[in-house]
């Protein structure tokens, strides 16, 4: 089984960066590919961001594309999502996400493990 347990989120004023880190157990975590997702108030999850096993392939929302960036450290099983020019829009309850898969998808019913979350206030 597949634990995840993100951290890094706060408060942040607009044009500020933040850290988003997800640390994960597991045997094969190499092998998963990890997703960050994000759910504000009142809407449904959104896809942010996705990268391969290996950490060569990511594919991003298109709106944040240009601002975050997704890595991943498999020697310490741990995905990282960097923030950057942050929104009012970007609030919201981040959760990282695993699946047992080479192949990036964006759908988060395709996600085998979740995070419990991690909330982003950002102020205008």
């Known amino acids: 089984q597949v634990q995840l347990v993100e951290s890094g989120g706060g408060l942040v004023q607009a044009g500020g960066s933040l850290r988003l880190s997800c640390a994960a157990s597991g045997r094969t975590f190499s092998t998963y590919a990890l997703g960050w997702f994000r759910q504000a108030p009142g809407k449904e999850r959104e896809f942010v961001a996705v990268i391969g096993s290996s950490g060569r392939t990511t594919y991003y929302a298109a709106s944040v594309k240009g601002r975050f960036t997704i890595s991943r450290d498999n020697a310490k099983n741990t995905v990282y999502l960097q923030m950057s020019s942050l929104k009012p829009e970007d609030t919201a309850d981040y959760y990282c996400?695993?699946?047992?898969?080479?192949?990036?998808?964006?759908?988060?019913?395709?996600?085998?493990?979740w995070g419990q979350g991690t909330q982003v206030t950002v102020s205008s």
């Open positions: 996400a695993a699946r047992s898969s080479s192949i990036l998808s964006k759908i988060d019913r395709s996600y085998d493990y």
